[in-house]
């Protein structure tokens, strides 16, 4: 009987959106930034956020993380309103349970502390301070994104721009968030480090089962890491879908005409 | 006497500077901002320190002021006579008999008692300020306790060097609320600031912020488990006193490498010799 309920329990909280946007609206004087975005986020799910540049994607993400603050609309984690969420708690959240993967490393990491300490921040800020453990949970969090452990006292300038993204994305994952957002996260990278960083990432993902929300402009990048995609154009939604549905037959002239667009090898 | 105004500033700027200060002891650890004069030096001399020390001082005070410890050195005399000239109290090199004690970048060792000030100068107050340049992120990591990044630095600390290698301004959590710059003095002193019986003023001129700590005070130096806090010193005794508990300067005295360790607080060195003490290279009598 109790195994039976245990196992109702755990489906319902399934569920249950870990993030629910509803009419997000973002104005930057009388211009739009984005408007009109609604959809929802489960555990697990890995949402791909696609369009040209000025199409608001990076201005949805902001305002998804908190960077920005919505004009109109609501956002709900984990069935807690964004808005009525004071700064505190906010910003423990986005250094707990959420992760910012920025397109620029620079951006995401410390330049001036070696790569050890760059992903120990996160532990000792939320109350680690057993030099041993931290060391120990860094070293092991290096070597889970493919850098070597001899490097863990150097500087991330000394590192080369794509273990500098690997790097990040060891710092955001480290406390075990569930949500994690990506600007570009191959952005400036060349293609064979793209697509060792796209399988380490999707590798992750899977491993970890996070909630992801991926912003590129990068067709290839949602193909292989996002299961569905929206696609934006002028701040407004204009197609979403299961990726493979949205790629293979677009129903919206833009996304038909994005598509298309891809150069073929 | 002269002209000045007791104490050099106005009476208006001692009652803003003590505003400041009676902010700063209501609130320990925290930075209060105040409007910080030019004063008749450069800053880096002690601009802070020295006008927290006039707002505090009556013409009943006596001033002791040091530098490194020392009573002797050009900043420590340069601000008695400044004092003596524009307030004419009375001075002092001994520890117990001052009322007021300017400090830069030393705790006196003779451990202080009930009814004194003791006042710091201050180059930069803010604790995070090189691992985070903005004042406005700094100020909103103060609001909402986010101190996770003093311990990034201790943490590159040992990285490179194996153990804990700030040796002064050595960060400090008060009252398990604020972490606090306790200003250049070494390491070594950081258990005297925690419960002391004097008021502790901090005052950064520059930086226009007077911080904190009433007497009896819960101070306590940051560190990791595995890695805990040590007031570490020269390993030696004073060549002069031979004291083997107190904070030592090390004296290059030829050519050729010879040395010698002296205590940094002059007037605490002296006293043990004129109580017959004597070190390594010390003259028995030889005292002043």
Known sequence: MGAVDLDICARVKEDRPLLSVQGVKK?????????????????????????????????????????????????????????????????????????????NARDGLRMGVSAGG????????????????????????LGRVEIA?????????????????R???????????????????????????????LDLLRGLVRDLGLSVVIVTHDLAVVRLLADRLMVMKSGRVVEQGLT?????????????????SVLQV | MSDYNFAYLDEQTKRMIRRAILKGIAVPGYQVPFASREMPMPYGWGTGGVQVTAACLTPDDRLKVIDQGADDTTNAVSIRKFFQRTAGVAVTEATAEATVIQTRHRIPETPLCEGQILVYQVPIPEPLRFLEPRETETRKMHELEEYGL????????????????TA????????????????????FDNPKLSDNPAIQLFGA??????????????VVSLDFEDHPFEASKAPHDCDLCGAGDSYLDEVITDDRGSRMYVCSDTDFCAGRRAAGHVGRLGQPGAAE
Not at chain 1, 129 to 140: F, L, Q, S, V
Not at chain 2, 205 to 218: F, K, N, S, V
């Open chain 1, 27 to 103: 104005l930057y004087g009388s211009r739009i930034g984005c408007t009109d975005v609604t959809f929802d986020l489960f555990p697990g799910e890995v949402l791909g956020i696609v369009g040209e540049s000025g199409s608001g994607k990076s201005t949805l993400l902001g305002c998804l993380a908190g960077h920005l603050k919505p004009d109109a609309g609501r956002i709900l984690y984990d069935g807690r309103d964004m808005g009525a969420l004071g700064e505190p708690e906010r910003r423990r959240l986005s250094r707990t349970e959420w992760a910012f993967v920025h397109q």
């Open chain 1, 118 to 141: 760059n992903v120990g921040e996160r532990l000792m800020a939320v109350g680690a301070r057993n030099y041993g453990t931290i060391r120990d949970t860094a070293a092991d969090w």
């Open chain 1, 149 to 165: 452990a001899d490097r863990i006292d150097d500087r991330p300038s000394a590192f080369s721009g794509g273990m500098q993204q």
């Open chain 1, 167 to 197: 790097l990040q994305i060891a710092r955001n994952l480290v406390t075990g968030p569930r949500l994690v957002f990506m600007d570009e996260p191959t952005g400036g990278l060349d293609v064979s480090v793209q697509a060792r960083l």
């Open chain 1, 244 to 260: 493979d549905q949205v790629l293979d037959d677009p129903q919206h002239g833009y996304t038909q005409l994005l598509v298309s």
């Open chain 2, 150 to 165: 003093m311990h990034v630095k201790l943490y590159e600390d040992i990285a490179r060097h194996g153990t804990i290698a």
């Open chain 2, 168 to 187: 002064y301004a050595y960060p400090v959590k008060v009252e398990e609320r604020y972490v606090m710059d306790p200003s250049p003095i070494p390491k």
């Open chain 2, 205 to 218: 001129g520059r930086e226009q912020r007077i911080y904190a700590l009433p007497p009896y005070t819960q």
